[in-house]
């Protein structure tokens, strides 16, 4: 069961992050020609990412009363979101809050707080089908739904840090990107160790496998219906500024 679960893991991983790379919105953004509202508009899901994901990783901690393994491991998961290192996976963060950097990259944007909670229908069907998942009373299913939410960061996170970068450049915006700067090169890492944890975890203690392996499918579903949302809400924010698109 142990190798049958990894194996199914590691061909579905990578078919899957090679269908969310093939999304119209990470084939677009890359080149970073989209608007400065469309800018804010990622910048708002990501802090509605932020605090969702936190408060459903506090409901699983209260599912798993019968796991003190699992409640440390969420202990620790929870501490890198409030800036804390984790030693063992030589994971060294500035102590900011994860929240805070978003709050930073905001305020670089000029976003005013209502622009900070206008993350659109896209990010808010996915946090209430995907990230739910998370704090659900089925644990399997939880564990499959987190460690699909670390194994896809991996994916999209290094595309959003390239847009905002190319962004940059073509607007010549100074822009505080340190949270998906840190994202992309120092704190993956650590979630590509969460996500192997979590998979043993489910093993160990003899958790429904398939219960696990719908959380996972249904969390990528969800994710991939995202950011097709995301490119449509794209095409209709950005026809509707006066801000003209150049091809890169």
């Known amino acids: 069961m142990v190798t049958t679960l990894s194996n199914i893991l590691k061909i579905e991983n990578r078919n899957l992050h090679h269908q969310l790379l093939a999304t119209p919105l990470l084939q677009s953004i890359q080149i970073g020609d989209f608007s400065e509202a469309f800018a804010k508009r990622l910048v708002a899901g990501q802090y509605g990412y932020n605090i969702r994901f936190i408060l459903e990783l506090a409901r699983m901690r209260g599912q798993a009363l019968d796991y003190p393994n699992l409640r440390s491991f969420i202990d620790r998961h929870l501490s890198t979101e409030f800036g804390s290192n984790l030693d063992f996976l030589e994971l060294y963060q500035s102590g900011e809050p994860h929240i805070c950097m978003i709050d930073s990259l905001a305020s670089s944007l000029s976003m005013t707080n209502e622009e900070r909670r206008d993350w659109g229908v896209s990010y808010q069907n996915f ?28 994916v999209w996170l290094p595309v959003f840090q390239t847009a905002f970068k190319k962004y940059c450049d073509r607007t010549s915006k100074a822009l505080d990107l340190e949270f998906f700067d840190s994202h992309a090169n120092e704190i993956e890492p650590a979630h590509v160790e969460h996500a192997s944890y979590l998979m043993e975890f489910c093993q160990i203690e003899g958790l429904n496998t398939r219960d696990f392996l719908d959380g996972y499918r249904i969390f990528h579903r969800h994710l991939t219906e995202k950011f097709n949302g995301l490119y449509l809400e794209m095409r209709q924010i950005d026809r509707l500024t006066l801000e003209p698109l150049h091809s890169i």
Do not use: K, P, R, T
């Open 127 to 154: 946090f209430d089908q995907a990230l739910s998942l998370i704090g659900g009373a089925n644990l399997a299913m939880a564990i499959g739904a987190l460690y699909a939410d670390e194994v896809f960061a991996n």
